[in-house]
């Protein structure tokens, strides 16, 4: 029989301690990093606080924990502790929760627990010991090196088992991670099991061929897609409460877009698309004689991402950039930023040389909102046989945006070599399927003009989230969730790091998190923010 961990016994006895020493720290030994730390391990003591000192249950996740574990016991491992202190510990059910899983006992946060209960019931021995502890600790935590990854995965499952379960512990066991849950997760969990494997579900017999490859005309949206756009309408209808909301303002710039298809036919998808600008043909009505604006426009709307949307034609064949093409380009960048006013520009192609005028337009957009605005621009499709393209490949204010499949691995072809020291980052962009000109007509596209628009996406939906929660964010953390600094923050915190600098931005992810966490890693992000240091 598994032995059970008293987890949340260690962790009210030893990190609500510790997060008091990361305080103490001097202002100029300390750092961001430092500083989340110790409001993470405040709120992980509080959290286990919640939950009944009966209930020592199994721990399902202890890799994360065990990181946890060690990598404090090593940073404090300058602290004077006695020899017997893991005996007493053990003694007073402190043991570190994890010794049975063939690791090191945790001597030092045993003795944490243990100088803090005795100093509590009046312990001479104990209160030497606390004292001892206290001059040395803010000085190793100071130096030391933690995997914060570790700590939002282990907070995560703490605040998971009080939000979910809301149960006096007893001896409840953990439940079957197949077991059904209530509410989001059980359909984020349904749509994360379901995107690992490919989708085919038609509703209309009619094909079209794409590449040879017969694609059903029109497809349900796959289970990635499906959970995106689920906390999507979650987080609107949780921001409805919030009087005064402006909408944020999202610019395409592509080849137009086709309005009889059926993504704008339901009441009020239309409705979204404010302006409408034809910088090729000076067409006053939307036309797309290629179908690729068309694609992407439809599949931000089946997102139901929460912005209002405005439209500039800038050329006629998504293949063919040519010289009219640069100047309808920069032209339209500087409409969407001084006239539209928009938060964020989509920009799905790129040229394998700089442009000066785009260059110089993104400049102005830029100082004329205040740097209130991000770009977003697709990298490459010719993997290692190309560099990111421009503007990707312009650093600040673009976001360089690459393809994955659903499974979040960087497809070759859509993952060009990286050309600076920065991360970069990718979601979803392989086999995304959406609506193009013609009756009843879907099709199956894949490249990094894709996942720009979903980052795009998911960047609307971190500030929704923001304007939710009106108490944890102000209007100034809504600007910066709004530069382009404070995006690339955000997407690497949420991110989930696949190596290389390289980061997968998928939202469900993120949002199965309980809210503090949410909260508290965005929080983290934008301290991180230049304006903030």
Known sequence: MEEQYPLFTLARNTFLWLSDQVNKIPKEKTNTKLSSLGGWLRIFAKKSLEISDAGKRRIEHAPSLEDILLQLETALSSLPLPDSGAKHAAKHNTTSAFSTRRLPVTPILDNIALARREAENDGQEGKQRLSALEDLAPSALSEANIDFDAIFLAFGYCSKISYEDHLELKETPVPDPSSEHRGLDSELD???????????????????????????????????????????????????????????????????YDESVPAFAPPGRSSRIKEWKDLVGGSSHPVDTDGHGTHLLALLLQLRCPADIYVARVAENSRILGEPAKSAIAEAIRIAAKEWKVDFVSLPFGFSYPVEAIRNAIADAVYSKGGAITFFAAANNKGFNSNEMFPASLGAPVISVRATNRYGAFELKYNPPLCSDEAVFGTLGVDVVSDWPGKGVARSMSGCSIATIIATAIAVMLLEYAVANPKDFTSEDLRLMRTRRGVFEMFKEIGIHAGDRRYYVAPFIFFKLSEDVQTARLVSALARHPERR
């Open 190 to 256: 349904q749509f994360e099991q379901a995107a690992l494997s490919p989708t085919s579900r038609p509703r209309s017999p009619t094909q079209v061929t794409i590449d040879e490859t017969p694609i059903p005309a029109v497809m349900e949206p796959d289970a990635w897609l499906k959970g995106m756009t689920m906390l999507s309408l979650t987080l609107q209808n949780k921001a409805k409460s919030v009087p005064n909301v402006i909408p944020w303002k999202i610019a395409i710039l592509d080849t137009g």
